[in-house]
């Protein structure tokens, strides 16, 4: 079945299910995934991230799980922050562990799953006294290659958006840039901007919707306070123009649309609400995108009896259940039934409390010294 | 019910083979964080994986063992870093000739997956690699051609014309032997008519071709040829962003004014001029600079307009602009 083949009747929005989303979320945390989640074996923290975030954002983390439970949680996440030859960060699951916590080479860290458990620990209110800072920094600089790109693990060959945005979060959540380089990151996401306006995974790749977003955010990350003058780092009114452009011809204007789609000529999903609303939103540009049309796509998208889903027939996954509210938060924040409780931080992607958590744990007062 | 299910798959730990091997079991703890139903099967062979990691075995039954692993988990990292190292040790021309031949049927399979594109680059990059001897890498002479591999995405791309990680492998081949191999750019532009001729939104080729046309260093007369093609596209399919985003990917490239497009823009952004079936009769001249709309397209075109605005405001007429781009958001713009 199509999904555009669905006229959806809009005459009345549809609540948000909330209660159905946060005990799916409650029921993925704690049984976890079926047997065709395989593929999520090595990524287990960030679906857990994506689960905890939903809790979050729908203000019902106290209320769902036991102060123990979340203990619990917690343990497993610092078991995951392995030492050894390139510092220290974490990984996804303990899949790959031979002789823990010894990293080892087939066993390492990764910058996604890094960030990923920074702000997991901060949603469970973690006093992330367990962080290992040096090692941390260390991991961070070996990460970053010559190009400026940064590696998804030291020795793999992927370097692309989505790990300078997880590079660029951790240096913004320890307040501390010193140990990556930023110019020359900042050259690797301005190579990736193609003649649409949006940013490829890679120079030469074609402009994406989540690349966009990585892109956007680690450029508004920057620190003022650097050495690097952060108004070099981002965009020139043309170029602030022509994205803004291209993020608007994203969302589908049809009758049954409101959703974003992640290329040029592709079909809405509700995971690029997210990526290109938030998009718009780093850029000033929120007000000039129609939210409602976005609020009725994504509210349905709604699984009845829990989560949310890309489309109207799929079935809902963690990731788009977070994404779609993460995006109805950011455009939608007041409108809907029922409103959030509170506005999301689009650079780092968590909630305003959860945020100021994490900088009460992880910042130096005063501000640390700028980059030599 | 027991004679219903599939017979049980042969475990490693009752074959007699692997009994030289201790597997180690996963050591999650007692609260895990989204924790995976495993099946069996998957179970025992990443026990035996692990078992295999511990000894730093590399020999030949590694790969039987992280191939039927990578079959179920094809995301896993770790198990195709393993598979890797195994390969670079073994350093068999025979192996590494299977391990190609299995690539073309994975990164077929399992396109959607970062890992058996990781993979196969790894690969590709083998006679770069520092061999153990000071020689060239004695593998290096089985490893695909960089033409050899474009026409093997070209068979990929004929299964999924969209698929992302397909595209950027394309394009970092050709931007990895693009210098040494210069040869390899031929192709690439008959590639994209064809896609372009087959779904004429399809992005990932527009993009494709602005990036060997424009973003590979400047070719003569690519400007004049570009300019006819999308026009064309165009006139065959006004309601096209893919399109329109191409044309004006080319002006901003090449410092074009966007006033110099106004005769052709104006063709689309407002009714019909002309009535086709009245003048029959007459033989119509194709105007390569202003291809005129075909008969069964929808005007006026929202894009034309948003380009006619846009053009205003680069010559600095604002008020013009804002009038022309008010005309979008009118409903009786939407095509119909």
Redesign the interface.
Known sequence: MSDQAIVPDRQQQLPIYAKAHISSAIR??R?????T?????????V??FY?LATLDILDALESASSES?K???R???W?QQIRGIWGSGFRGS???????PAS????PPFLIMTYAALLSLAILRDPLTQLDREGLRKYLKISQREDGSFK??P????YDLRMTYCAFSICSMLDDWSSINIPSAVTFIQSCR???GGY?????????GGSTYCALASLHLVPPSSNYAGSSALLTPAQHA?TTR?LL?CQD?SETGGGFAG????VQDACYCFWCGASLDILGMAQVVNADANASFLLECQFRFGGIRKDRVSNPDPYHTYLALASLNILSKDTTNPPFEEALDPLWNARASTQLWLKQRLHATPATAAPA | MATETPPPPVLYADREEWRDITPLEQSDLENPLVPIFYPIEYKDAMDYFRGIVATKEHTDRVLELTEHIIRMNPAHYSVWQYRYSTLLALCSPEYLTKELDLMDELCLKFMKYYQVWSHRKLLLLLPESPSSTSGPNPLAHIIPTPSQELTYLSRVLATDAKNYHTWAYRQWVLTHYGDTHPGIWEYELIATDILIEDDVRNNSAWHHRFFICFASGAQNGVEERELAFVKSKISLSPNNLSAWNYLRGILDKLKIRYAELQTFVELYSGPRVGNRNEDEDEVEVYDLDNPRPSSNADLPCALAIEFLADIHEQEGDNEKAINVRALTSFDAFIPF
Request: some cysteine; overall charge negative; glycine content about 10%.
């Open positions: 993925f945390l049984q976890g995934l079926p047997r989640g395989i593929d999520n074996d090595q990524a287990r923290l679906i857990g689960c439970e203990e619990g949680w343990s497993w996440i078991a303990p899949g790959a562990a031979t002789n823990q080892s080479e087939y066993d998804l693990f020795t793999s060959e992927e193609t003649y649409e490829g995974q890679e120079p030469n790749n074609e402009a994406h022509q291209w011809h204007a290329r040029t000529n592709k």
